[in-house]
T-cell receptor
Framework: AQSVSQHNHHVILSEAASLELGCNYS??????LFWYVQYPGQHLQLLLK??????LVKGIKGFEAEFIKSKFSFNLRKPSVQWSDTAEYFC????????????FGTGTRLTIIP | GAGVSQSPSNKVTEKGKDVELRCDPI?????LYWYRQSLGQGLEFLIY????????KSGLPSDRFSAERTGGSVSTLTIQRTQQEDSAVYLC?????????????FGPGTRLLVL
């Protein structure tokens, strides 16, 4: 069974700082990878996704993530965070053969200090 | 267009009572998922419906949990004889099936509190 690890439980940054949130997965086959974001009081929204091709994917609001197959990682990055990025971020994976249930990490709470 | 909707948004119940949670997926989406978000457990998969196929129930934590999907659209998650550990946010998601890999779109969730 697949599993997802997010080692950073709570990250606090000042505005304009650079961000990197770690995500590692465990699965023997090819996977699809996702980052979802949950802003305070809102529901989960897709931030970005990787299915195949260029391992550096760009998402909404200036976020990007890099799939490194050899490290089983899919870290989320943003060069300069804003106060509005305060949210909880979830990494998720599902097997690469069509619609399947997602396995989520435990989430990283990001707090941006103005 | 309309997103995934769930009702009720909040539910408070007493231990031992049954509850029903409803999910309306995005129109035309053939796949529907239920997840649970609880403290200490993160987001965990419960059950998955895809078209007319038999549902994947592998994530249901006990036989007190069941779900139906009528007419390939609306789904109801039922928890019988609720326990305090059932307190969580229950999330529904749906996705289309265009023969490839699809993104799951989530609803706002139902926050369940069992006293």
């Amino acid at each position: 069974a697949q599993s997802v690890s997010q080692h950073n439980h709570h990250v606090i940054l000042s505005e304009a700082a650079s961000l990197e949130l770690g995500c590692n997965y465990s699965y023997g086959g090819t996977v699809n990878l996702f980052w979802y974001v949950q802003y305070p009081g809102q529901h989960l929204q897709l931030l970005l996704k990787y299915f195949s091709g260029d391992p550096l994917v760009k998402g909404i609001k200036g976020f990007e993530a890099e799939f490194i197959k050899s490290k089983f990682s899919f870290n989320l990055r943003k060069p300069s965070v804003q106060w509005s990025d305060t949210a909880e971020y979830f990494c998720a994976v599902n097997p690469y053969f069509g619609n399947e249930k997602l396995t989520f990490g435990t989430g990283t709470r990001l707090t941006i200090i103005p | 267009g309309a997103g995934v909707s769930q009702s009720p948004s909040n539910k408070v119940t007493e231990k031992g009572k049954d509850v029903e949670l409803r999910c309306d997926p995005i129109s035309g989406h053939t796949a529907l998922y239920w997840y649970r978000q609880s403290l200490g457990q993160g987001l965990e998969f419960l059950i998955y419906f895809q078209g007319n196929s038999a549902p994947d129930k592998s994530g249901l934590p006990s036989d007190r949990f069941s779900a139906e999907r009528t007419g390939g659209s609306v789904s109801t998650l039922t928890i019988q004889r609720t326990q305090q550990e059932d307190s969580a946010v229950y999330l529904c998601a749906s996705s289309p099936d265009r023969g490839g890999i699809e993104t799951q779109y989530f609803g706002p969730g139902t926050r369940l509190l069992v006293l």
